[in-house]
Each structure stands twice: as C-alpha cells, then as structure tokens.
C-alpha cells in the first residue's frame, strides 16, 4: 500500500531541515485554486465560522417596539423585548438565530457581509483575493492611463 503522505508529495524531512510552514501554506492555496491562471476568487467551500470575538463584539438590540422588520433566518417578525444582534452592515436577527448561523459560516445571511474568522488559510485566502482585485484594478488604471 503507498503511504499516504508519498501520495500526497510529501516526503521526510532530511536531517537539519526544519518544515517549512510555509510551503505547507502554498500547497493549501494551491489546492484552493488561488495560484492558477483562472482564479475565479471563489471559496470551494462554506467559509469557516466567524471569529468568537468578533461574533461576543456584535451590537446587541433589546427590540422596544414592534415593528414592522422580519428576521431574515427565521422570517419570524421581531416583538418586544426580543433580543437581536446588529452586523456591521446593520442587518439585524434575533440572537437564537445569527448566532448558530456565525458558528457555522462567517457571513450575513442576507448581504454576505463577511465577519473576520479565526482559520488561518481562508484569512490567506481573502488576502490574496483582495490582492487580486487591486491587481486588477492596477492594470486597468494603468490601462485608461495609457490609452486615454
Ligand atoms: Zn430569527
Ligand atoms: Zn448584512
């Protein structure tokens, strides 16, 4: 039977030789798509959950009246006295909602404002998304400023 990790392109470490995070990162990024040509700057999975701090330093809302606002999770309206928790992009859930929801994945259920997480690779993974865009972004003004 092939061991695993030859499978996998890993080999032992030699004597002296220290392992190298880093390449263990890029393989990761790799894996993800994010060094190719055709980088779509897609995530192939659910986001990881948001960080806990992030998630303990959301506003917290004790509804004082009724209005006229559904929770986007459970479509229920909020009533007096519900408890709600605001994201930074303002959209607002009951707590027994938005927070099961963060455990599970990073974003607003309704806008997909994205919350910082505490998984090292997808935080990679925005970074060199972000990257990419202003790489974009560079060449096109680069572009209109050369041919404008
Ligand atoms: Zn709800
Ligand atoms: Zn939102």
Redesign the pocket.
Same mark, same amino acid.
């Given at each position: 039977m092939a061991d695993y990790y030859q499978e996998m392109g890993w080999r032992e470490l030699e004597d002296g030789e220290q392992p190298n995070h880093l390449l263990h990162m890029a393989r990761f990024l790799i894996d993800c798509g994010l060094y190719e040509d055709n980088f779509t700057g897609e995530w192939p999975r659910l986001p990881p959950p948001a960080a806990k701090e992030a998630v303990n330093n959301l506003k917290e809302i004790t509804i004082e009246d009724e209005f006229d606002k559904n929770c986007p999770i459970c479509l229920k309206k909020f009533h007096m006295n519900d408890k709600a928790k605001e994201?930074p $992009?303002?959209?607002l859930f009951h707590e027994k909602c938005i927070i099961p929801w963060l455990n599970q994945t990073n974003s $607003?259920p309704? $806008?997909r404002?994205e919350l910082p997480t505490d998984d090292e690779g997808y935080e990679a993974f925005k970074k060199e998304k972000k990257r990419a865009e202003q790489r974009k972004e560079d060449l096109e003004n680069l572009h209109n400023s050369m041919f404008s």
């Open positions: 994201m $992009c303002q959209h $607003c309704f $806008c404002y």
